[in-house]
């Protein structure tokens, strides 16, 4: 998957959805009935005005992993706004934001969507560890381990646009890291979830060769006699 950085104004950032999270702001006050309170974690007018309506209409609660898919936005250069629950607020964290980026990944892949973008919150989190929890979430909710399966649908997203503001060598870095965190993931659970008549000793050693070779690492590989000499092998 692609990733993208992008410090465009939301608004005019074209992709086909735009995903915000909304948050539930609501306080409890002793003795009165509450009243429900959300906020989009954006400080664009223009997404606040396109989500305006349906947040009003009480449709939009902010629980997590609520998902308001909203068609031909106002006044917005996507084709679609995907309002995505984050929980309560006070209880809202990095932790909280990459499982949010998965469940965005599997909602918009399974519609057939192959690209999309999200706003870094801007209130709640360091724009940082936003960027880093983001993408992160995104390539553990775009594995597919269904390799086998007669029936397997194609369905995966190819390119992430992350929208944040910030000191932009600073975020791409962040962005860069988190990228070779969520590939070394996947790369693992992919070794880990082949069947063993898949994934022999031999195999493993060649694909972790592989690997080692695409991304500039030594890896030396032993064999039962080196294994031996090295006492690898030994009870103690």
Known sequence: ????????????????????????????????????????ETSDATIQDAAADVIASGEVTGKIFETTLLHHP??????????LGGGKSKAFSAF???RLAGAAVRTLKS??????????????????DAVKAIVEGAFVGNF???????DRKDQKIDALTVVARGDQPKLQQTMDEARIIGEAQNFTRDL??????????????DR????????GLKCEVYGADKI?????????
């Open 96 to 98: 909280e934001l990459r």
């Open 192 to 205: 880990v979830n082949e069947p063993s008549n898949r994934m022999t000793p031999t195999i493993l050693a």
């Open 228 to 236: 031996k000499e090295l006492k690898m092998n030994h009870p103690r």
């Open 74 to 83: 106002a006044k917005l250069r996507a084709k679609r706004l995907l309002l």
């Open 1 to 40: 998957m692609k990733t993208n950085l992008s410090f465009s104004t939301p608004a005019e950032v074209e992709t086909e959805c735009l995903v915000a999270i909304v948050l539930d702001k609501t306080e409890k006050i002793r003795g009165e009935k509450d009243k429900l309170q959300v906020s989009i």
């Open 144 to 150: 597919d381990p269904d390799y086998y399966k007669s």
């Open 208 to 215: 972790a060769k592989k690997m080692a070779a695409e991304v």
């Open 111 to 128: 519609r057939g969507l192959r690209s999309f973008a999200i706003l870094a919150p801007e209130a709640e989190l360091k724009v940082e």
